[in-house]
């Protein structure tokens, strides 16, 4: 196993702080072990010219992003709107390809997990069908408990298989601001899974060291327990 999926509650939950995150822990603690980000289907212009922009990837344009619609909608309005088709076999055969040369592959889901992709299938049916392990992630604010089991459900409906949970303040966030809206004791005891911390708000979400710094303070010996990854270094 040596890809991660990571998908959220919705749209803007903070699937590509998270991803950005792990890439620069990835790539400042061990350069030696070759890393692929891919977004699987992207709508609008964003994650796949951020990650271009940030990280420097051995990976064709394609491969980071092998499906893209010009307009910010649902992808079955948008590839209608231009008269195409969502092939997702395309997608598939990328994947694959990534999984194959690299350690490992940070797959970025689009919105949450209940997200159409096509006219029948959503996030959820993808991960299951391609039998991708995931991460929710679920931003900090009133109303994330129940956008929280409400994915868990779904995803344990459609058999996806979920590690666990990261929280992340999209704003900044006091301390009890946190506890009152994403009290882990309780969101852990509703969808029997971990969370394995909690990303603090980026003034600068560019910042490769901070994004690291970020990465670090989860549990990620925990987090990433099976990928056969190499022990996260001494600090």
């Not at 079955?76 to 709107?81: S, V």
């Not at 994330?144 to 929280?167: E, P």
């Not at 004791?185 to 910042?207: M, W």
């Amino acid at each position: 196993m040596n890809s991660l999926l990571i998908t959220g509650t919705d749209t803007d939950a903070g699937k590509t702080v998270l991803t950005s995150a792990l890439a620069a822990y990835w790539q400042m603690y061990f350069p030696d072990r070759a890393l692929a980000i891919m977004k699987l289907l992207q709508t609008g212009t964003g994650d796949r010219e951020l990650y271009t922009s940030l990280f420097a990837l051995d990976q064709t344009p394609e491969e980071l992003n092998p499906l893209h619609f010009n307009a910010p909608l649902a992808p079955p309005i948008a590839a209608e709107r231009e008269g195409r088709s969502i092939e997702l076999d395309k997608v598939w055969k990328a994947l694959q390809s990534l999984k194959d040369r690299k350690d490992f592959v940070l797959v970025e889901s689009l919105g949450g997990l209940g997200s159409p992709v096509t006219w029948e299938l959503t996030v959820a049916d993808i991960a299951r069908d391609w039998r991708l392990t995931g991460v929710l992630v679920v931003p900090v604010k009133l109303g994330a408990i129940g956008q929280v089991v409400a994915n868990v459900a779904l995803a344990r409906q459609t058999n996806v298989n979920l590690r666990g949970i990261v929280l992340n303040c999209t704003q900044e966030r006091s301390t009890q601001e946190i506890a009152d809206w994403t009290p882990i004791e309780l969101i852990e005891s509703l969808t029997q899974l971990p969370v394995f911390g909690i990303l603090p708000h980026l003034d600068d979400p560019n910042d490769l060291f901070k994004l690291a710094k970020a990465a670090s303070e989860l549990d990620l010996e925990r987090f990433l327990s099976g990928f056969n990854l190499i022990p996260q270094p001494s600090k």
